[in-house]
């Protein structure tokens, strides 16, 4: 039953992370990037403490150094996207950081020694083709273009400490830890900058809701999915946010529904249908 769950859990995350991209980008002229992040993940925190305090007699040693490791790892991915995108467009940011459906089977063959099936392959290259058909209307490579590649391969690294560790602890533990993490890591820039609060009732709903939803509740479902399931399969399901912001942008009126749209996304859902099925399932090799 957790097998056949697992990937529509990680669908709702991909939605929650689309909408979330649609609504931040409405007041980030109003809080600058690392004050949200900051505020985002520090709310996230204090939400997961207060729901559940015992959390805190759960964390061992163990625990806080690997969770510590894949909290930065989320939390550096973060700042490396922000770095890029203030140098380069949202479209080739958002195909960038999409390139680690590519980076996450890449790097888990080569070090966690997983074999992927010819279709597995091809369905990565159809959510990498589709991505670029949602985000590119024109490419050129620069500092920003490579700090977003940095962020992709921190979010593919992410990924994968998580497919290694998270079957080792609770899932709720180990997100507290990230998100903590994430915190300690985001507000580094946030003070070097000054940190902004959130100014008005707007700002702060967004934040509230990207912290409950998009972060607290995301991430504690793709810390118990990833226990169940490939960290390949994860990483393809998760490009579905690419797919769920365009639509969200649609729906709310931002931007028209294009063809560029509809044969993008579908591309990349018809790659993330067809790798959950069991045929394409990654096999650890053991020799």
Sequence with gaps: MALVLAPWALLAVAAMWGISFVWMKDILDQQDVYSFLVSRFIVAALVMLVANPKVLTRI?????IKGSLIGTALGLGYIFQTLGLERTTPAITGFITGLYVVLTPLIGALILKEKLTIQAWFYIA???????VLSITGLSIGTGELFVLISAFLF???ILLLSRWS???DAYTLTFVQLATCAV????PASINGFVAPPDTQVWSVVVFTAVFATFFAFVIQTWAQARISATKVAVILTMEVVFAALFSVALGAEPLTLRILI????VLVAMIMIVQPKVTPVKNDS
């Design 126 to 132: 159809l959510a990498t083709v589709g991505l670029g």
């Design 264 to 267: 993008g996304g579908s591309m």
């Design 60 to 64: 061992n040693r163990e625990l806080l």
């Design 167 to 169: 079957k080792d602890f």
């Design 156 to 158: 593919a690294a992410h």
């Design 185 to 188: 890591v985001s507000g580094v």
